[in-house]
């Protein structure tokens, strides 16, 4: 599975930005997608996960209400909604995917996933 990150960029505190990962193959199974970013000098950490079939969404409590995942199922597309920005959300952002996490407690752990793009960088200006 590859998987090709898009939509980084740089914008102003307060601003919208929306991020998109195409996987190279159809989900099946226990497929989830999600998002993890890792700030300079900082350990990668989970933002936003979503079990494919179920479209049932997971978020890291930092970012609810703020960030909004998505998949569209044609395009192999997950989409990441970012509104609201702020300069503490400034990271590269990664987007993972993997088929057999059995458990959704695991879908915070980088470690779960198999499969990672190549990283997209949002800066937020102050």
């Known amino acids: 599975v590859q998987l090709q990150a898009s939509g980084g960029g740089l914008v102003q505190a307060g601003d919208s930005l929306r991020l998109s990962c195409t996987a190279s193959?159809?989900?099946?199974?226990?497929?989830?997608m999600g998002w993890f970013r890792q700030a300079p000098g900082k350990e990668r950490e989970f933002v936003a996960t979503?079990?494919?079939?179920?479209?049932?969404?997971y978020y890291a409590e930092s970012v609810k209400g703020r960030f909004t995942i998505s998949r569209d199922n044609a395009k192999t597309t997950v989409y990441l909604q970012m509104n609201s920005l702020k300069p503490e959300d400034t990271a590269v952002y990664y987007c993972s995917a993997d088929y057999a996490i059995y458990n959704p407690s695991s879908y915070f752990r980088s470690s779960a996933y198999d499969y990672w793009g190549q990283g997209t960088l949002v800066t937020v200006s102050s």
């Open positions: 979503i079990e494919w079939a179920r479209k049932k969404t």
């Open positions: 193959v159809l989900p099946g199974g226990r497929y989830v």
